[in-house]
């Protein structure tokens, strides 16, 4: 199914975390069209999705953000001040 329909069964109203990374696809091991969540660095595409899920969320204020990035450190550091830059933070 489609990333939107996979959302529009969700109870966004009880959401308290986001998970956010980067997928990717393991073309050697499995079907091309399968997303797999490798923990790449996420970028503007994915803070575009993050944007529109967000606004789909009542009560956006209570909930945490993780960035599943684990390679670098600096560059985790610089995702999460886009972060910050975004959405503020606590």
Do not use: Q, W
């Amino acid at each position: 199914y489609s990333v939107d329909e996979y959302f529009d069964g969700l109870p966004l109203d009880k959401t308290k975390e986001i998970h956010l990374s980067k997928m990717g696809h393991l073309l050697d091991f499995y079907d091309s069209r399968m997303a797999v969540d490798l923990h790449f660095c996420p970028d503007k595409t994915e803070f575009h999705f993050l944007d529109s899920v967000i606004d789909c969320i009542p009560n956006e204020e209570d909930i945490y953000l993780v960035v599943e990035y684990y390679k670098c450190i600096e560059t985790l550091r610089e995702v999460y001040e886009e972060v910050e830059a975004r959405y503020g933070a606590d």
